[in-house]
Protein backbone atom coordinates (compact mmCIF):
# COMPACT_ATOMS: atom_id res chain seq x y z
CA UNK A 1 0.00 0.00 0.00
CA UNK A 2 1.32 3.40 -1.18
CA UNK A 3 1.88 6.16 1.99
CA UNK A 4 2.20 9.90 1.01
CA UNK A 5 2.90 11.91 4.25
CA UNK A 6 2.32 15.83 3.97
CA UNK A 7 4.57 18.24 5.37
CA UNK A 8 5.07 22.08 5.58
CA UNK A 9 1.76 23.53 6.53
CA UNK A 10 1.02 25.77 8.85
CA UNK A 11 0.27 29.02 9.90
CA UNK A 12 1.57 32.39 8.02
CA UNK A 13 1.18 36.20 7.32
CA UNK A 14 -0.14 36.89 4.22
CA UNK A 15 2.90 37.93 2.10
CA UNK A 16 4.80 35.24 3.20
CA UNK A 17 5.70 31.55 2.10
CA UNK A 18 5.67 28.26 2.58
CA UNK A 19 7.10 24.82 0.90
CA UNK A 20 5.03 21.64 1.50
CA UNK A 21 6.15 18.55 1.34
CA UNK A 22 4.71 15.11 -0.26
CA UNK A 23 7.11 12.07 0.31
CA UNK A 24 6.24 8.71 -1.08
CA UNK A 25 6.60 5.14 0.38
CA UNK A 26 7.12 4.35 -3.60
CA UNK A 27 9.63 5.46 -6.60
CA UNK A 28 7.78 8.09 -7.78
CA UNK A 29 8.28 7.38 -11.46
CA UNK A 30 5.66 4.94 -10.58
CA UNK A 31 3.56 7.32 -10.91
CA UNK A 32 2.04 8.66 -14.05
CA UNK A 33 1.15 12.20 -12.31
CA UNK A 34 1.22 13.73 -8.64
CA UNK A 35 -0.02 17.08 -7.26
CA UNK A 36 -2.09 18.51 -4.84
CA UNK A 37 -5.65 19.69 -4.30
CA UNK A 38 -7.11 22.32 -1.51
CA UNK A 39 -10.40 22.38 0.25
CA UNK A 40 -11.12 25.18 2.50
CA UNK A 41 -14.56 25.16 4.73
CA UNK A 42 -17.92 25.32 2.56
CA UNK A 43 -15.72 25.33 -0.87
CA UNK A 44 -15.34 22.94 -3.14
CA UNK A 45 -12.36 20.61 -3.68
CA UNK A 46 -9.81 22.63 -6.36
CA UNK A 47 -6.72 21.51 -8.17
CA UNK A 48 -3.66 23.31 -6.87
CA UNK A 49 -1.09 22.26 -9.44
CA UNK A 50 0.07 18.76 -10.80
CA UNK A 51 3.32 17.43 -12.38
CA UNK A 52 3.82 14.35 -14.56
CA UNK A 53 5.76 11.95 -14.97
CA UNK A 54 7.58 13.55 -17.76
CA UNK A 55 7.49 16.72 -15.72
CA UNK A 56 4.65 18.68 -17.38
CA UNK A 57 3.24 20.95 -14.71
CA UNK A 58 0.03 22.57 -14.21
CA UNK A 59 -1.60 25.00 -12.17
CA UNK A 60 -4.99 26.51 -10.98
CA UNK A 61 -5.54 29.57 -12.39
CA UNK A 62 -6.19 31.17 -8.85
CA UNK A 63 -2.22 30.52 -7.81
CA UNK A 64 -0.38 30.80 -11.30
CA UNK A 65 2.35 32.85 -10.52
CA UNK A 66 2.92 32.16 -6.61
CA UNK A 67 2.85 28.55 -6.73
CA UNK A 68 5.47 25.96 -7.77
CA UNK A 69 5.51 22.63 -8.03
CA UNK A 70 8.62 20.18 -8.02
CA UNK A 71 9.94 16.96 -7.60
CA UNK A 72 12.97 15.30 -5.69
CA UNK A 73 12.99 12.00 -7.30
CA UNK A 74 15.98 10.47 -5.19
CA UNK A 75 13.64 11.29 -2.52
CA UNK A 76 10.67 10.37 -3.49
CA UNK A 77 8.85 13.87 -2.75
CA UNK A 78 7.11 15.98 -4.44
CA UNK A 79 7.21 19.79 -3.35
CA UNK A 80 4.73 22.90 -3.44
CA UNK A 81 6.39 26.15 -2.88
CA UNK A 82 3.94 28.60 -2.20
CA UNK A 83 4.61 32.45 -2.04
CA UNK A 84 3.12 35.46 -1.96
CA UNK A 85 0.65 33.95 0.61
CA UNK A 86 -3.22 35.35 0.51
CA UNK A 87 -5.86 35.02 3.24
CA UNK A 88 -7.85 32.85 0.43
CA UNK A 89 -5.42 30.30 0.07
CA UNK A 90 -6.25 29.33 3.65
CA UNK A 91 -7.68 25.44 3.42
CA UNK A 92 -6.10 22.32 4.08
CA UNK A 93 -3.90 20.47 1.06
CA UNK A 94 -3.87 16.94 0.15
CA UNK A 95 -1.02 15.47 -1.69
CA UNK A 96 -2.44 12.47 -4.56
CA UNK A 97 -0.48 10.40 -6.73
CA UNK A 98 -2.09 8.37 -9.78
CA UNK A 99 -1.15 4.81 -10.79
CA UNK A 100 -3.17 2.83 -13.46
CA UNK A 101 -4.59 1.04 -10.70
CA UNK A 102 -5.91 4.61 -8.98
CA UNK A 103 -5.51 7.23 -7.49
CA UNK A 104 -3.27 7.56 -3.23
CA UNK A 105 -4.47 10.51 -1.27
CA UNK A 106 -2.29 11.47 1.54
CA UNK A 107 -3.43 12.95 4.63
CA UNK A 108 -3.52 16.35 4.19
CA UNK A 109 -2.04 19.28 6.00
CA UNK A 110 -3.49 22.68 7.25
CA UNK A 111 -2.48 26.03 5.77
CA UNK A 112 -3.67 29.15 7.05
CA UNK A 113 -3.01 32.41 5.89
CA UNK A 114 -3.78 35.71 8.12
CA UNK A 115 -4.40 39.39 7.01
Known amino acids: QVQLVESGGGLVQAGGSLRLSCAAS????????MGWYRQAPGKQRELVALITRGDYTNYGDSVKGRFTISRDNAKNTVYLQANNLKPEDTAIYSCYADRSAGRYWGQGTQVTVSS
Open 26 to 33: ANIFSFSA
